[in-house]
């Protein structure tokens, strides 16, 4: 790479991982919408405070009325290529070590929420554009970063963009993996509401879960009954060798299930805690709506019984996620994540949810369509060069079920920040930037930068 921007990089570790902290330090997330703030106050003062920071660094910043900020270097005119990422995070949920607002740095990790989806990311790519412009490199394009707070949710803020200014055709987001990703999964998300039922086991009391997208690392239901049945619990949990925990109470017993939390794209190695619930709730004698999701999802993570189940060359296989499941006065409410191959028909695939959920209503609460940029496009040939060249290491473009934003560009991926290899903790307590590796990746943002957009 450019020697002087690798140097500018390297003097900037520290000004770009105190940025990070005061990023992270607010907790961005979607709540009820205020004037000037649809997404809640806490988006809204983190787009400010990342206005005012890349005002702070020269850029001159556009707003757009609390959904996002963009900020341009290079030559005006030509089609810029675009650099996406976002603000806001998903909540901090159970299991932190250490404050998840408030940023901790262990060596050279950095732990809060968001350090690594997306703050930490877009830093990278925000220190990569600026070396460019001290290393005075010529640019026969422009760069845009366009920072959303809305990604975690609704992905409105991209909307509202795109209604208010021109979208570039092109670019990336930094919001997954290297070495690069072409192919994205198509995402259904499914809301299922079914009657409580009046039949089997009575269970008077479940809240587990707050997003489509996470899957739950705990779950905790009340039940009605004997006592006793913490016994069996107990017994069952020791026969499944999985952790639950029970406790009697007077009204009956109080069951917690022990999964795994993660990100609903990447089930492998998590264990959903909603599934665990529902395999004990069914295992104690509950009927109608809640024995079939136990049935037709359970702990599985492939959709099999639901019908689901298929996989394609580009995409790999499909996966299904219970983000939430709860007991609300009105009865059962619950949500379905679906990623699902290019290739599949979503259509097929909701027909065949419905016949296996008859006792559910089931709603379409999300539909993406699934996206992919050819290997051999210059986009993909000229990100891999760039990270080949500063990793030393050959890269394939890969797919994901984690849909990012590089679905809003006509020829967009996404491009790292996480290494093959390093630890996945996106949606995640304890989530934690290594500062060393995010200099790096800013390193290989900086490189494809100048293959993209640098004059000859
Ligand atoms: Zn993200």
């Known amino acids: 790479m450019n020697q002087q921007v690798s140097r500018w990089l390297e003097e900037h570790r520290e000004e770009m991982a105190d940025m990070l902290c005061r990023w992270v330090r607010i907790p961005s997330l979607r709540s009820d ?42 030559p005006e005119g030509e089609e810029p290529i675009a650099v996406l990422g976002h603000l806001d995070v998903v909540p901090a949920g159970d299991g932190w070590d250490t404050p998840p607002f408030e940023p901790v740095r262990k060596g050279n990790r950095l732990y809060g929420r968001g350090t690594n989806d997306d703050k930490g990311p877009v830093l990278a790519a925000l220190f990569a554009m600026t070396a460019i412009r001290e290393a005075g490199i010529p640019l026969k394009s422009g760069i845009r970063l366009i920072l959303g707070g809305d990604e975690e949710s609704e992905w409105e803020d991209m909307a509202y963009y795109q209604a208010h200014t021109q979208m570039p055709a092109t670019g990336f987001s930094p919001d997954a993996s290297f070495p690069l990703i072409n192919t994205e999964k198509a995402i259904l998300h499914l809301a299922l509401r ?61 069951i917690t299930a022990e999964g795994i939390g993660g990100h609903s794209a990447h089930p492998d190695g998590r264990r959903n805690a909603i599934g665990m619930m529902l395999k004990m709730l069914r295992a104690l004698g509950a009927a109608g709506p809640l024995a079939e999701l136990a049935d037709a999802v359970g702990l599985e993570s492939d959709g099999k019984s639901l019908g689901c189940a298929c996989a394609d060359e580009a995409s790999g296989p ?40 008859p006792g559910w209503t089931v709603e379409v609460l999300e539909r993406k369509p699934p996206h992919h940029v050819p290997a051999d496009s210059e986009l993909v040939t000229a990100l891999l060069a760039a990270y080949g060249e500063e990793t030393g290491r050959p890269g394939k473009p890969m797919s994901t079920g984690g849909g990012t934003y590089a679905k809003v560009l006509k020829q ?25 590796r995010l200099l790096q990746a800013a390193g290989i943002y900086a490189n494809a930068l100048i293959r993209l957009c640098g004059k000859e």
């Open 318 to 357: 499909l996966t299904c996620n219970i983000g939430i499941l709860r007991l609300e006065e009105a009865g059962w409410y619950g949500t379905l994540d679906l990623r699902c191959p290019v290739t599949a028909d979503l259509d097929v695939l909701l027909a065949s949810v419905r016949a296996r959920l």
């Open 412 to 436: 967009g991926v996404a491009f790292g920040a996480l290494f093959p290899g390093d630890e996945e903790l996106a949606h995640q307590p304890n989530e934690y930037q290594d500062l060393d």
């Open 194 to 254: 079914a009657p409580a039922c009046a039949e089997g086991l009575a269970v008077t009391e479940m809240n587990t879960g707050e997003r489509p997208n996470v899957i739950p690392g705990e779950s905790r239901a009340a039940v009605a009954g004997d006592p006793a049945l913490a016994d069996r619990v107990r017994a069952l949990a020791a026969e499944w060798q999985l952790p639950y925990r029970a406790e009697a109470s007077e009204r009956g017993v109080t």
């Open 33 to 74: 919408p205020e004037p000037g703030a649809p997404f809640g106050p806490e988006i809204r003062r983190m787009l400010d405070q990342a206005a005012e920071d890349l005002r702070g660094m020269g850029y001159a910043v556009r707003t757009f009325d609390g959904y996002a900020l963009d900020a341009s270097m290079g």
